[in-house]
Nanobody, 123 residues
Framework: QLQLVESGGGLVQPGGSLRLSCAAS????????IGWFRQAPGKEREGVSC????????YYADSVKGRFTISRDNAKNTVYLQMNSLKPEDTAVYYC????????????????WGQGTQVTVSS
């Protein structure tokens, strides 16, 4: 059974850092485009970052550019989202998603989704 499991969320003060992990089971992430999305209460799900399977190209939302970094470790079958300089507006449930495509997209057109991990940025 194909499954994605996110971890690494929590409560952090503004300016702090967190690293989210997205571990896959039941399939190999090498051939999948991976996206990170977030959804805050009362808001639509938005694309945060994604990484392609073909050439490892990465994309970021303007709101996180320069602060977040997406990476993949195919040996561990895991994708990471390093989040630095966190702001209260980054508070949301973060989801990873996978799709059997070479190029990733920043819209939620992915076949497989994790259950989400809560990130709260507050003093």
């Amino acid at each position: 059974q194909l499954q994605l499991v996110e971890s690494g969320g929590g409560l952090v003060q503004p300016g702090g850092s967190l690293r989210l992990s997205c571990a896959a089971s039941g399939f190999t992430l090498d051939y999948y485009a991976i996206g990170w999305f977030r959804q805050a209460p009362g808001k639509e799900r938005e694309g945060v970052s994604c990484i392609s399977s073909s050439d490892g190209s990465t994309y970021y939302a303007d709101s996180v550019k320069g602060r977040f970094t997406i990476s993949r470790d195919n040996a561990k079958n895991t994708v990471y989202l390093q989040m630095n300089s966190l702001k209260p507006e980054d508070t949301a449930v973060y989801y990873c998603a996978a799709d059997l495509q070479t190029m990733c997209v920043m819209t939620p057109e992915y076949d497989y989704w994790g259950q989400g991990t809560q990130v709260t940025v507050s003093s």
